[in-house]
Structure formats: C-alpha cells, structure tokens
C-alpha cells in the first residue's frame, strides 16, 4: 500500500464548522487481464501481485481493532473486484435471506459513489454464509431521501473461503476471506458517464461491523447487557470517517483505477482541487448548524465565520448565494481554474 502525506487546510480565519479530521486513504487498483475466479480464495497470481491496503481502523481513527482487516482491488473491462481478509477467532452468521439487515451478523461491507457527489451512491454487504444486501441510496440519510433497497446488482458475483469452521465454537478459528465481482455496467449507472474511469478516481470506502457474542445451545448470537440489549457493535473501516457513521460519503477514501498491471507500481497523490471539496463540505455542515441554531440560512459567510481560506499558498474566496429553496456557494479553484459548487442538500458539482 502507497502513503502519501497531504498538507492540511490552513484557515486564515476561524471557523466553527466541523474540519477534516482525517485525511482520506488512497489505494491503487490495476487492470488485468487474467481470469479471476470467484472463489473467495484470491489465490490468482493478479491477486499475489496486488497490494493489500493498510490495515482496518476503528470507524473515528482512533482505536485499533481487535482483529485485523485488509482489502484488495483489482479490475478488467467487465468488473471490479474486490478481495478481503477478515481475522476472526469465531466465525458466524445467521442470516439467509437476501437484502435483510446484514450488519445484524458479523459482515463486510462497500460504499461506492462514483462522481463523489455524495449522491447516488452504493452500498454492499455480506456475511460468512455469502448472504448478500446490495442498496442504492439516493443521498445519505441526512437529507432524509428514499434508500432503494429492492434494488439489485445485476451479474454479482460473491463467494466466502473460511480458514475454520462455519458455525462451530467447539475451536478457534483463524480468519474468513470474501471475494466479489461488480460489473461496470452496474456501476457506471451512477457516475453520469458509461466510460470506465481507467487512470482517475472514485470515492469508496469499505467497513466492517464486528459484535459481542454469546453462546447459548451451542448456537452463536450477539451478545446482550443485563438489561437485555444489545451490546454496541464494533465499526472497523479503511479510511476512518472521524464520526460513528458511514452515510458521510465525503469522508470515503480515494481509489485510482490505474490502467497498468499489477506488477507495476503506480504512485497517486490527491488532487489540490479535491482539498477544496473538503473545505466546501466543511461550509456545508456550517449552514447546517447555523440553520438548527437559528432556524435560518447564513445569508453571508460573515455568519459562518468562514469569509477566506488558504491552500498552500493560494488564498480562496467561496461565493455563498440564497435562493428561495436554499442556498449554493461556489469556489474557482487556483489550481485548475475550474469552478465547484456545494447546495443546501450537500449535492457537489463542477460547474465548469
């Protein structure tokens, strides 16, 4: 796994929004060319090549997990695939019908937006039995929009390999594997583009819920306090969201879908223009909290106390205009002399 190290924002006046407490994570996926079996054992030679990314966090990059998690990727002219390893010393799952509330098991999960426009946006679970709940949600739960979940990924392809015993707690097991195929064609729907995006990048993040477990029978079930409720599920991710929720997809890490193989290395470094993202997100959340405390939107970025920042050297003016049906605020980047944009729903957009 590459590292890279970014400069932070520096404010040239205070602000009161939240800020971007961790840097999003960067992995390289490579196009092949070989066959990948959907086996759930990532035993192909494309897969050996393939770096693993850095270890799984606690979801506010913070903690360290108790058993480790690491993913690859890997993509051809049909597919993206995905290979995890989940280290765990007792492997379970209940759950059997397709698209129930996976996360009741211990799972693996993906999130997927493809334009980084926090709208539209996949998500992907499975458990040890290769129960699968696949949804798409049309903003995140914050702007209280429909979440599709009769949607389906046509053409998934899914697979578990344990190192273990399914079901079992009479020994210890070591770790469970998941393997999984996502064809383009499902993908690009969301993208505003049919292309693949060969040498450039999406946002995606990946999850893992892990419980508390108890025994009774000889039967495995999440783990209850004296007063009968469940005890709180661990969250373990990639790139830690710095706050206990996946649904902030402006926090997801950021994959580079490179057009060499996996036996070149290829080295990615965030875009200048993708801090300014970061920042409008900030503004963002900004008028949010302005608006619950007033019950009005800030009319001026006086209000929010955020009039001016800097990037690198460049100082950067956002523009916050009012409508009748809420509010946008647009920046030109210094950098590539495009203009971006952020409305009262979160939506994100090149404008130009």
Same mark, same amino acid.
């Given at each position: 796994?590459?590292?890279?190290?970014?400069?932070?924002?520096?404010?040239?006046?205070?602000?009161?929004?939240?800020?971007?407490?961790?840097?999003?994570?960067?992995?390289?996926?490579?196009?092949?060319?070989?066959?990948?079996?959907?086996?759930?054992?990532? $035993? #192909?030679?494309?897969?050996?090549? /393939? &770096?693993?990314? +850095?270890?799984? @966090?606690?979801?506010?990059?913070?903690?360290?997990?108790?058993?480790?998690?690491?993913?690859?990727?890997?993509?051809? $002219? #049909?597919?993206?695939?995905?290979? /995890? &390893?989940?280290? +765990?010393?007792? @492997?379970?799952?209940?759950?059997?019908?397709?698209?129930?509330?996976?996360?009741?098991?211990?799972?693996?999960?993906?999130?997927?937006?493809?334009?980084?426009?926090?709208?539209?946006?996949?998500?992907?679970?499975?458990?040890?039995?290769?129960?699968?709940?696949?949804?798409?949600?049309?903003?995140?739960?914050?702007?209280?929009?429909?979440?599709?979940?009769?949607?389906?990924?046509?053409?998934?392809?899914?697979?578990?390999?344990?190192?273990?015993?399914?079901?079992?707690?009479?020994?210890?097991?070591?770790?469970?594997?998941?393997?999984?195929?996502?064809?383009?064609?499902?993908?690009?729907?969301?993208?505003?583009?049919?292309?693949?995006?060969?040498?450039?990048?999406?946002?995606?993040?990946?999850?893992?819920?892990?419980?508390?477990?108890?025994?009774?029978?000889?039967?495995?079930?999440?783990?209850?306090?004296?007063?009968?409720?469940?005890?709180?599920?661990?969250?373990?991710?990639?790139?830690?969201?710095?706050?206990?929720?996946?649904?902030?997809?402006?926090?997801?890490?950021?994959?580079?879908?490179?057009?060499?193989?996996?036996?070149?290395?290829?080295?990615?470094?965030?875009?200048?223009?993708?801090?300014?993202?970061?920042?409008?997100?900030?503004?963002?959340?900004?008028?949010?909290?302005?608006?619950?405390?007033?019950?009005?939107?800030?009319?001026?970025?006086?209000?929010?106390?955020?009039?001016?920042?800097?990037?690198?050297?460049?100082?950067?003016?956002?523009?916050?205009?009012?409508?009748?049906?809420?509010?946008?605020?647009?920046?030109?980047?210094?950098?590539?002399?495009?203009?971006?944009?952020?409305?009262?729903?979160?939506?994100?957009?090149?404008?130009?």
């Amino acid at each position: 796994m590459l590292k890279y190290s970014f400069t932070l924002l520096i404010l040239l006046v205070g602000f009161s929004g939240v800020a971007q407490k961790n840097i999003p994570r960067s992995y390289v996926a490579h196009q092949i060319e070989a066959q990948v079996i959907i086996d759930g054992k990532g $035993d #192909e030679t494309v897969w050996q090549q /393939a &770096e693993f990314s +850095e270890a799984f @966090i606690d979801i506010e990059g913070v903690k360290k997990p108790k058993y480790q998690t690491q993913v690859k990727m890997l993509w051809d $002219d #049909e597919n993206l695939y995905f290979y /995890a &390893e989940l280290k +765990e010393p007792h @492997i379970w799952a209940t759950l059997k019908q397709r698209d129930t509330v996976i996360f009741y098991n211990n799972d693996f999960e993906i999130f997927i937006d493809p334009d980084g426009d926090t709208h539209n946006y996949y998500e992907f679970e499975m458990n040890a039995l290769n129960t699968v709940w696949d949804l798409l949600l049309v903003k995140p739960y914050r702007e209280s929009a429909p979440v599709l979940d009769s949607w389906d990924i046509q053409g998934l392809q899914t697979a578990v390999s344990i190192n273990g015993t399914l079901n079992d707690p009479r020994d210890i097991d070591t770790s469970w594997s998941v393997e999984i195929a996502i064809p383009w064609t499902v993908l690009t729907e969301a993208s505003g583009s049919n292309d693949l995006p060969i040498d450039k990048f999406w946002r995606i993040n990946f999850s893992r819920v892990n419980w508390d477990h108890t025994l009774e029978n000889g039967k495995y079930s999440r783990k209850k306090d004296a007063s009968g409720k469940f005890l709180p599920e661990y969250n373990w991710v990639w790139s830690p969201q710095g706050v206990i929720n996946m649904h902030e997809p402006e926090h997801w890490g950021y994959v580079y879908f490179s057009a060499k193989p996996p036996s070149e290395k290829v080295a990615f470094t965030i875009p200048q223009d993708e801090k300014i993202r970061w920042k409008l997100y900030e503004l963002y959340r900004a008028q949010k909290t302005y608006f619950s405390k007033n019950k009005v939107w800030a009319t001026h970025l006086k209000e929010l106390q955020a009039q001016i920042f800097k990037l690198e050297t460049k100082t950067i003016t956002p523009v916050l205009e009012n409508h009748t049906y809420g509010w946008s605020i647009t920046v030109e980047s210094p950098f590539s002399n495009a203009v971006y944009s952020i409305r009262e729903d979160g939506k994100y957009s090149k404008i130009n």
